[in-house]
Nanobody, 125 residues
Framework: EVQVAESGGGLVQAGGALRLSCLGT????????VGWFRQAPGKEREAVGCINSHDGTTHYSYSLRDRFAISSDNAKNMVHLQMNSLKPEDTADYYC??????????????????WGQGTQVTVSS
């Protein structure tokens, strides 16, 4: 059974950094695309970015690309989201998701069919 699970959320002060992790089980990570999404209170879910683990190519939300970075550790079947210079507006539930394939040019949510339960990130001002 394909599953993904997030970890690493928490409370951080504005300007700080946090690294989220996504552990995949039941599938070989290097054959899947893995994405990070977030949903702030009262807002729709949005894509943060995604990675094709087989070659490391990444795509990011344009507004986040300078502060966020996605990487994969295929040996551990994990994908990480490094978030730097965090702002209160980054407060959200962050979700990891995957699909069997490649993300070309972006991270359309409808492609991702395996989702984690989410991890909460709160950035205090």
């Amino acid at each position: 059974e394909v599953q993904v699970a997030e970890s690493g959320g928490g409370l951080v002060q504005a300007g700080g950094a946090l690294r989220l992790s996504c552990l995949g089980t039941g599938f070989p990570l290097d054959e899947y695309a893995v994405g990070w999404f977030r949903q702030a209170p009262g807002k729709e879910r949005e894509a943060v970015g995604c990675i094709n683990s087989h070659d490391g190519t990444t795509h990011y939300s344009y507004s986040l690309r300078d502060r966020f970075a996605i990487s994969s550790d295929n040996a551990k079947n994990m994908v990480h989201l490094q978030m730097n210079s965090l702002k209160p507006e980054d407060t959200a539930d962050y979700y990891c998701a995957s699909f069997d394939g490649r993300a070309w040019g972006g991270c359309p949510e409808e492609l991702f069919n395996y989702w984690g339960q989410g991890t909460q990130v709160t950035v205090s001002s």
